[in-house]
């Protein structure tokens, strides 16, 4: 199993890099993550995200545990050290009616990275790092006058500038018991943390000499939010379940520090920018609140352990909560539908490796939070993944998986002049399961 070790450290070390990377450069280049905190991540492990991304029902899948953050309830049925890591890129194409061609971008990003410790018999700890949410884009928009369109040419032509960047992590902390044989119950404690940055310029370029002015809006959060959980698995059989689960994010205030900037400023005759030459307003307010919106997850799971398991989820976030420094984001409320499956062929199988594989697929769809131009933006994906189990010789007890998804969905509309996304999002996860602090007896 050393070799195994060494890839699983290895694949951290990776993941590091990975992080370390996404700390300076942009983790999205979407122009929808210009709303609210950005992007908002579903804090999903690979292995739930091929699913459709099924989670707050879900504990130990394909004879694995797993850490679940969606629902801290499932840490109720840990009892193996779980070490989980992983990285995600994404590949977007943005079209919008009127312009010919489209841009394509991709990214670099940790997905996760968690540990889940077993406490006792029927209860676990888990802790880790994730993305919460993600801020990155940059797009330009020409108006004549600042009504209509306008060639860049056109004299009068206004260029209005608009780009953001920056992003929210999640350190979570989070411990789950079984009550009885069929109830878990679970808590999470998370410190979410960030800078989210937002300029607008506005500049006239065919006109040497004129004062352009750019808007700088910078929020610097800090502060904890709590997440709670419950599942009940109803038994048909030894080896076939249905559970229900339920899980909440609560929505706390957190902290911010906020900062709201307008600046002038020149270009020389070569296209340069130059330094700012005045600062028109310059606002701080150093002890603002963001508040956080109420997310409800409800689930259900059917399952033979070892060999399937077919789930559905629904997901209510309630966005026109959600405020920054005391101005709402204008944001609306988000319902999301999922749907999910998972088999492995033969768990038992000697000749066939690909018989042990974990094949999934999946289905999301989402009326998102947002409403631009009086057009509700929804969100349609596809899903499929594989969980690949490593090679264990019988006298060990560490048992190594690995889990790849793909997510293949499209955000957005070319109607009222919006922006249609096209995107491929691939995500990649190693997963270990293993006896740890155990007292071995010798006669």
Same mark, same amino acid.
């Given at each position: 199993?050393?070799?195994?070790?060494?890839?699983?450290?290895?694949?951290?070390?990776?993941?590091?890099?990975?992080e370390a990377r996404a700390?300076?450069?942009?983790?999205?280049?979407?122009?929808?993550? !210009?709303?609210?905190?950005?992007?908002?991540?579903?804090?999903?492990?690979?292995? @739930?995200?091929?699913?459709?991304?099924?989670?707050?029902?879900? *504990?130990?899948?394909?004879?694995?545990?797993?850490? @679940?953050?969606?629902?801290?309830?499932?840490?109720?049925?840990?009892?193996?050290?779980?070490?989980?890591?992983?990285?995600?890129?994404?590949?977007?194409?943005?079209?919008?009616?009127?312009?010919?061609?489209?841009?394509?971008?991709?990214?670099?990003?940790?997905?996760?990275?968690?540990?889940?410790?077993?406490?006792?018999?029927?209860?676990?700890?888990?802790?880790?790092?994730?993305?919460?949410?993600?801020?990155?884009?940059?797009?330009?928009?020409?108006?004549?006058?600042?009504?209509?369109?306008?060639?860049?040419?056109?004299?009068?032509?206004?260029?209005?500038?608009?780009?953001?960047?920056?992003?929210?992590?999640?350190?979570?902390?989070?411990?789950?018991?079984?009550?009885?044989?069929?109830?878990?119950?679970?808590?999470?404690?998370?410190?979410?943390?960030?800078?989210?940055?937002?300029?607008?310029?506005?500049?006239?370029?065919?006109?040497?000499?004129?004062?352009?002015? !750019?808007?700088?809006?910078?929020?610097?959060?800090?502060?904890?939010?709590?997440?709670?959980?419950?599942?009940?698995?109803?038994?048909?059989?030894?080896?076939?379940?249905?559970?229900?689960?339920?899980?909440?994010?609560?929505?706390?205030?957190?902290?911010?520090?906020?900062?709201?900037?307008?600046?002038?400023?020149?270009?020389?005759?070569?296209?340069?920018?130059?330094?700012?030459?005045?600062?028109?307003?310059?606002?701080?307010?150093?002890?603002?609140?963001?508040?956080?919106?109420?997310?409800?997850?409800?689930?259900?799971?059917?399952?033979?352990?070892?060999?399937?398991?077919?789930?559905?989820?629904?997901?209510?976030?309630?966005?026109?909560?959600?405020?920054?420094?005391?101005?709402?984001?204008?944001?609306? *409320?988000?319902?999301?539908?999922?749907?999910?499956?998972?088999?492995?062929?033969?768990?038992?199988?000697?000749?066939?490796?690909l018989a042990l594989v974990?094949?999934?697929?999946?289905?999301?769809?989402?009326?998102?939070?947002?409403?631009?131009?009086?057009?509700?933006?929804?969100?349609?994906?596809?899903?499929?993944?594989?969980?690949?189990?490593?090679?264990?010789?019988?006298?060990?007890?560490?048992?190594?998986?690995?889990?790849?998804?793909?997510?293949?969905?499209?955000?957005?509309?070319?109607?009222?002049?919006?922006?249609?996304?096209?995107?491929?999002?691939?995500?990649?996860?190693?997963?270990?399961?293993?006896?740890?602090?155990? !007292?071995?007896?010798?006669?």
């Amino acid at each position: 199993m050393i070799k195994y070790t060494r890839l699983f450290v290895t694949f951290l070390l990776v993941v590091i890099i990975a992080e370390a990377r996404a700390q300076s450069t942009a983790t999205t280049s979407s122009p929808y993550s !210009r709303y609210g905190i950005g992007d908002f991540s579903n804090q999903l492990m690979p292995q @739930n995200i091929g699913m459709g991304g099924i989670s707050v029902a879900t *504990n130990i899948m394909g004879n694995f545990r797993n850490v @679940n953050v969606i629902n801290p309830a499932a840490n109720g049925y840990i009892d193996y050290t779980v070490i989980d890591a992983g990285i995600a890129t994404n590949f977007l194409t943005l079209s919008q009616s009127g312009v010919t061609g489209a841009d394509k971008y991709s990214n670099l990003r940790l997905s996760h990275f968690a540990i889940g410790l077993p406490v006792s018999e029927h209860s676990a700890v888990s802790f880790g790092l994730m993305p919460y949410s993600e801020v990155g884009y940059n797009y330009k928009q020409t108006l004549s006058k600042g009504f209509g369109t306008s060639s860049p040419a056109d004299t009068n032509a206004v260029n209005y500038i608009y780009s953001g960047e920056g992003g929210l992590s999640k350190a979570f902390l989070g411990y789950g018991f079984t009550v009885a044989r069929h109830l878990a119950l679970g808590v999470n404690a998370s410190y979410i943390f960030g800078n989210l940055k937002q300029f607008q310029s506005t500049e006239i370029p065919n006109l040497y000499g004129m004062l352009d002015s !750019r808007v700088e809006q910078d929020n610097h959060v800090g502060g904890f939010n709590f997440d709670y959980g419950a599942q009940y698995t109803f038994d048909f059989s030894t080896l076939k379940h249905l559970t229900l689960g339920y899980s909440a994010s609560i929505g706390n205030s957190l902290n911010v520090q906020n900062s709201y900037i307008v600046s002038q400023y020149t270009y020389d005759s070569t296209g340069n920018q130059n330094n700012p030459s005045d600062t028109v307003v310059n606002s701080q307010t150093p002890n603002g609140k963001l508040q956080l919106p109420r997310i409800n997850h409800y689930g259900l799971v059917y399952q033979k352990d070892g060999f399937y398991m077919i789930g559905a989820e629904f997901t209510t976030g309630n966005w026109s909560d959600l405020s920054i420094a005391g101005s709402n984001a204008g944001l609306q *409320n988000s319902k999301t539908f999922n749907i999910g499956a998972s088999v492995i062929p033969n768990p038992n199988a000697l000749s066939s490796y690909l018989a042990l594989v974990d094949y999934r697929v999946g289905f999301i769809y989402e009326d998102t939070y947002l409403n631009i131009n009086n057009v509700d933006i929804k969100r349609y994906a596809f899903t499929f993944g594989f969980g690949i189990p490593l090679p264990h010789d019988r006298v060990s007890t560490a048992f190594y998986k690995v889990n790849f998804s793909a997510e293949i969905g499209k955000r957005g509309t070319l109607q009222s002049g919006l922006v249609q996304e096209n995107y491929v999002n691939l995500h990649l996860g190693f997963t270990l399961n293993d006896k740890w602090f155990v !007292r071995y007896k010798f006669d």
